[in-house]
């Protein structure tokens, strides 16, 4: 097409078309195609971490003042009207760890369901691989938790400076936690895109479904409350129900990684005697096996998103025409 | 030569609604209404292209064109039979392709081009020659929200024929360009049918099928009504004949165009 020697030979000898095999126009890898078109995964991201606030005046500073304001109102109401008995040192840390994990989950699902819908006009143009649209709405995610995550290692530096703890020194078995806390996310967030993106165009009620469930996950983990009261108050079973959650394990994890090196000399976490003397006895940070429950989830996850893919493929034969 | 693309046996059908109210579903299995609500957009179509040849699709409104070009780029698939390609394809599907309105230009050519293929080197390769070809000015640095309509299909047509594809699609594309662009365009798929790329050309005018396609399938209310030359298709729509078609002075104009663009 242009001007150049070898571009005057046809196109079937120039792309040796002999060998090029006849498929289907639609073939994708699911998934994986995802990542093998990097380059326009990275397009999408930028364009979206651009448009979402796109015409405001404050920007991106937006991304944190939800944040910020959520924080406040759950220091306030649990740190300082109800915590007084919760028996927590470096609350504030505790809770705000727990917070990057599950504002990212939060906005991952939340966007992740919206992302076929939003992207109708594209999607019914274009061909190419539409996992793109959930897996990029998680990736736009994370950037906005990058920031929140900076904070957080502030407000641990400062709290060992100024507060009784031991300074806080981020420690390898920590990091790992927190790490495979925010992979935990990473993959049930891609999972539940996928899957809730395609329910969602079938049936639109959805992502209102989703919404209201989506309001009650930062009450469903330990951040604002310590991890001991629902092993104290919850029958047996009904623990290990809360403990299923994978955002709980993953709040846990990172916990791990932030708070619990802030207090380590100290007992991070009381609770009275439940002999009921009245003397206050150090209570168990997290969860028993937090590594093992971790690594399980993992695996739970993975098949979560391989269930989630098949679905994806199997519903998005028909996406284009319901959008 | 090879064959460029397989249309076996393909029929796609549509539902007339695609989300009933709960108060609707109910009602509908109260009076049990035999609810027939689906309509086949294509029914059993089969055809083949040779790599090379160029397709002129016709019909009237509503008779499947834009369904079968949607199954042949890829964008939706077929409820029975199949559809092989070979090779990349690009081209448009409506004018304006997928673009996003709150993005630049510059930042829409790099996203559309991703979208159809291409990496940064070659898009960046290419930018220059997209860019002047679009001819949209400044406005390349501002969000496509606020082109005019004729830049904004510029913008997609452009993009869309810098792609190093073997098929390449191009659905009424000429229907929103004023008289000098359309000349660009007749030049650009000239060159590009020159090159060997199969072409699938969706027009409703007469004279610009037959200038630019050596064969034309004409699709009536879902089936393949005919497949041959272009004279036949022509006369299979009684597109021919009557003086005082409108059609006939735009084929006039539409001989200077082809006059002009091989000058150009």
Known sequence: MSQSGTDALPVEVRHDLAHVPLAPPSRTSGVLEVFRRRYLLRLMVRREIKARYAGTAFGLIWSYINPLTRFLTFYAVFGLLLGRGLGLENFAIHLFAGMVLVNYFTETVTAGTRSLLSNKGVIAKMAMPREMFPVASMLVSLWHAVPQLIILVAACLLTGWWGDGPMWVPDAVGMGAAFLGFVLIMVFGTACGLLFSCINVIFRDFQRIVQTFINMIPFTTPMMYPYWITYDRFPNFWHEVYLANPVAEAVQLIQRGFWYPTCADLPCATMPNPNGDGTIIPAPEFADHLFTRGFIMLAVGLVLLVVGQMVFARLEKSIPERL | ?264
């Open chain 2, 1 to 264: 030569m090879t064959t460029s693309i397989v249309v076996d046996d393909v029929t796609k059908s549509f539902r007339y609604q695609y989300h009933p109210t709960l108060k609707k579903l109910v009602q509908g299995k109260v009076r049990r209404q035999a609810s027939q609500d689906e309509f086949k957009a294509l029914d059993r179509v089969s055809f083949e292209v040779k790599q090379g040849e160029s397709i002129g699709l016709m019909g009237l409104n509503g008779s499947g064109k834009s369904t079968l070009l949607k199954l042949v780029s890829g964008v939706m698939r077929p409820d029975e039979g199949q559809v092989l390609t070979r090779g990349r394809i690009s081209g448009l599907i409506a004018t304006g392709a997928g673009f996003h309105n709150e993005l630049t230009g510059r930042d829409n050519i790099y996203m559309n081009a991703a979208m159809l293929g291409m990496s940064k080197e070659e898009t960046d390769a290419k930018f220059d020659d997209i860019a002047s070809f679009a001819d949209v000015g400044r406005f390349l640095d501002t969000p496509v929200g606020n082109y005019s309509s004729g830049m904004f299909a510029r913008l997609g047509f452009a993009v869309a024929v810098h792609v190093d594809c073997d098929i390449f699609i191009a659905d009424e594309v000429l229907a929103v360009g004023d008289r000098p662009f359309k000349r660009k365009c007749l030049k650009r798929m000239k060159e590009i049918r020159e090159s060997g790329i199969t072409m699938f050309y969706v027009s409703h005018s007469a004279g610009s099928v037959k200038r630019m396609c050596d064969r034309a399938i004409v699709l009536d209310k879902g089936t393949v009504g005919f497949d041959g030359d272009v004279d036949g298709a022509i006369k299979y729509l009684h597109y021919d004949g009557d003086d005082d078609e409108p059609d006939s002075e735009e084929s006039s104009e539409d001989e200077r165009d082809d006059a002009l663009a091989s000058d150009i």
